[in-house]
């Protein structure tokens, strides 16, 4: 049974830095497409990052501010969050198993962690 837990989640303030950790279980990260998606209230789930093998891809809002990276012998992704806004407050989620050609989209992914709460006040 595929399990993802997501950890970090924090109350900040505007400009300062979190970082989200993903450990999975029964399920291996090394070779499988990740994601973090985010959710705030009231809008629809959107991507965040992905990666696979190493390689990343990141929603345009967050581009030079996150960092996505896997630690496959601890089986765990990670989300390094930098200059933090306000607008970046929402629920994260991790997922596993999503398409490669589309790695930002929440329909093509398998499997999802409950999520970690993370508010960035002003």
């Known amino acids: 049974q595929v399990h993802l837990v997501e950890s970090g989640g924090d109350s900040v303030q505007a400009g300062g830095s979190l970082r989200l950790s993903c450990a999975a279980s029964?399920?291996?990260?090394?070779?499988?497409?990740m994601a973090w998606f985010r959710q705030a209230p009231g809008k629809e789930r959107e991507g965040v990052a992905a990666?696979?093998?190493?390689?990343?891809t990141y929603a345009d809002s967050v581009k030079g501010r996150f960092t996505i990276s896997q630690d496959n012998a601890k089986n765990t992704v990670y989300l390094e969050m930098n200059s933090l806004k306000p607008e970046d407050t929402g629920m994260y989620y991790c997922?596993?198993?999503?398409?490669?050609?589309?790695?930002?989209?929440?329909?093509?992914?398998?499997?999802w962690g409950q999520g970690t709460q993370v508010t960035v006040s002003s």
């Open positions: 990666i696979y093998a190493g390689d990343a």
């Open positions: 997922a596993a198993d999503g398409e490669r050609m589309w790695p930002l989209l929440v329909r093509f992914y398998t499997y």
């Open positions: 029964g399920y291996s990260i090394s070779r499988t497409l």
